[in-house]
């Protein structure tokens, strides 16, 4: 375990659904990520968080809208999704932004988008 | 912006033998480079990680070498053990202004036959 859970797991969801995905770290850490995975392409920085303040908003579509209601929990809200949306969502932790900063990834929520 | 290459894609090994991935990254700025191992179901867990100022660095069976001219590094894993089949990734941390992220690589999939 590293540290960091994601739920859920599996979802699948309608193109008019409205779902959100919950990460949560336990490792005391300051700075929180949404990663985008999908099949044989380099993961995807999609949103950074650091003492709950967004630093990075990486050209995402606005259907994918990021909280950050403190530095222990992370969501990521989904509405209005289309099919190549779907991809395995990574949550990633860690102390600070700095390159020393090792960030430790979750498991993934599998995304189905119908 | 940076950009980093991946190769091979796949790579299948016998047991006991060497395996080496390689990296080219754009940005001659980038300053660390980590190597993140994805076992499946699971989400990238880093294994080793240099710095600019380093040539190489060793842990155990692993190992990264640097060449910062050439803007190339390498992961090499010795003695290789089915537990060693896994996803590689390759990431370089792109520096812009007093913060960065990583760029990754596309990954490697790498099988060890028993």
């Known amino acids: 375990e590293t540290g960091v859970t994601q739920t859920p797991r599996h979802l699948v969801m309608g193109m008019t659904n409205k779902k959100s995905l919950k990460c949560e770290q336990h490792?005391?850490?300051?700075?929180m990520y949404w990663y985008k995975q999908s099949a044989k392409k380099p993961l995807e920085l999609m949103f950074v968080?650091?003492?709950?303040?967004?630093?990075e908003n990486n050209s995402v579509p606005s259907r994918f809208s990021p909280e950050c209601p403190n530095s222990s929990h992370l969501f990521l809200h989904l509405h209005t999704l289309q099919p190549e949306d779907s991809a395995l969502y990574l949550c990633?932790?860690?102390?600070?932004?700095?390159?020393?900063?090792?960030?430790?990834f979750g498991p993934g929520t599998r995304l189905t988008v119908l | 912006g940076e950009n980093v290459e991946q190769h091979p894609s796949t790579l299948s090994v016998q047991e006991g033998d060497s395996a080496v991935i390689k990296c080219t990254y754009s940005?001659?700025?980038?300053?660390?480079f980590p190597w993140y191992k994805q076992e499946l179901g699971k989400g990238p867990q880093l294994i080793i990680d240099?710095?600019?100022?380093?040539g190489e660095k060793k842990d155990q069976r692993i190992a990264v070498t640097l060449n910062k001219t050439a803007k190339h590094f390498s992961l090499h894993i010795t003695e290789t053990q089915p537990e060693d089949s896994a996803v590689y990734f390759c990431?370089?941390?792109?520096?812009?202004?007093?913060?960065?992220?990583?760029?990754f690589g596309k990954g490697t999939k790498l099988s060890v036959k028993p």
């Open positions: 990633a932790s860690s102390q600070g932004i700095q390159p020393a900063d090792t960030q430790y």
């Open positions: 490792l005391g850490h300051n700075a």
């Open positions: 968080y650091n003492f709950k303040e967004q630093t």
């Open positions: 940005d001659s700025a980038s300053n660390y």
């Open positions: 240099i710095r600019s100022n380093v």
């Open positions: 990431a370089a941390y792109r520096r812009r202004g007093s913060q960065g992220n990583l760029i």
